[in-house]
């Protein structure tokens, strides 16, 4: 489903459901345009011009925990993971992560962060999810913030907003190195 900003519909939507609770699922080919769409209206142009789009050029989204929020069946959140390596660390970074503005405040980002986060680690294959964020969203669900410096982007970031996800609460700490390809183990 497609959204412009004066959708009659999602407004609609968002003044007269009493209990619009979100949920996620996968993400298809049909999704597509949708998540276009999405990223545009929340980040607008500048987001080719950020660090962490320059990251999902050199490696590919993992397809596989790209997902989709609804409220009553409405497309109105995604979020995408890229596989990365730091320090010779496998894990992902989480983003761009995006909820629309006609159904913000409903939880549907947090949701995605978690489930998708919860998704990658349960796998097994990698021990981290990194994002660049704010500090007061994030970390109420679970992140913390990196050792300043010690992760290497190939662009200007904000040190104070990169923020690691693990099971093993040491690597906030620990985390250190450029950003770069999964390790094939």
């Not at 345009?33 to 545009?40: G, S």
């Not at 629309?100 to 949701?111: D, M």
């Not at 097994?124 to 990196?146: A, I, K, N, Q, S």
Request: with cysteine; net charge negative; charged share 20%.
């Amino acid at each position: 489903m497609s959204f412009s900003p004066a959708s009659s519909a999602a407004t609609a939507a968002v003044s007269t459901s009493p209990a619009r609770v979100p949920t996620v699922r996968y993400a298809t080919a049909a999704d597509d345009a949708f998540v276009d769409e999405l990223q545009a209206i929340a980040f607008g142009p500048g987001r080719f011009a950020k660090t962490a789009y320059r990251i999902r050029e050199r490696f590919n989204i993992d397809e596989s925990l790209s997902l989709i929020a609804e409220v009553e069946g409405q497309s109105c959140g995604s979020v995408w993971m890229t596989p990365i390596s730091i320090g010779g660390i496998n894990g992902w970074m989480l983003g761009p992560l995006a909820t629309h503005p006609n159904f913000r405040k409903l939880g549907a980002g947090k949701l995605l962060a978690r489930e998708v986060t919860k998704r990658a680690l349960a796998r097994g294959d990698g021990e981290f999810v990194m994002l660049v964020g704010d500090r007061d969203y994030y970390c109420p669900l679970g992140w913390e913030p990196t050792t300043l410096g010690n992760i290497a982007f190939p662009g200007p970031v904000d040190p104070t907003r990169v923020l690691v996800y693990g099971e093993d609460k040491s690597l906030a700490e620990t985390l250190t190195g450029a950003i770069a390809a999964w390790v094939q183990g």
